[in-house]
Nanobody
Framework: QLELMECGGGSVQAGGSLTLSCLAP????????MAWLRQAPGQEREAVAS????????FYHDSMKGRFTISQDKVKKTVYLSINTLKPEDTAMYYC???????????????????WGPGTQVTVSS
């Protein structure tokens, strides 16, 4: 089991910025991709962004392009999600996830990810 631990969430004013971190101490070359997903109260968990750990390719939900940036630091075994110009609708629990098995579906398919962190709450006030 790959342990994931998110941090960096908090309460911010609309228009502000946050950078979430996901530490994966057990990260290995068998970790194919990592992603951030979020879940607002009463809504389904949705994919925000993903990064292929090998080549560094990134993918974003169409509605989040431009304000969200996913990145990784392989030495620190950490994946980041930077969010700028935060909006109240960004309020959600943000989860880090990792894929360590091959999967034929899309990057935004939650079933792709077989390791999950406990989440970090982001609350944006207007």
């Amino acid at each position: 089991q790959l342990e994931l631990m998110e941090c960096g969430g908090g309460s911010v004013q609309a228009g502000g910025s946050l950078t979430l971190s996901c530490l994966a101490p057990g990260y290995t070359s068998n970790t194919y991709s990592m992603a951030w997903l979020r879940q607002a109260p009463g809504q389904e968990r949705e994919a925000v962004a993903s990064i292929w750990t090998g080549g560094g390719s990134t993918f974003y939900h169409d509605s989040m392009k431009g304000r969200f940036t996913i990145s990784q630091d392989k030495v620190k075994k950490t994946v980041y999600l930077s969010i700028n110009t935060l909006k109240p609708e960004d309020t959600a629990m943000y989860y880090c996830a990792a894929q360590s098995e091959t999967y034929p579906g899309t990057w935004y398919d939650r079933a792709r990810y077989n390791h999950w962190g406990p989440g970090t709450q982001v609350t944006v006030s207007s």
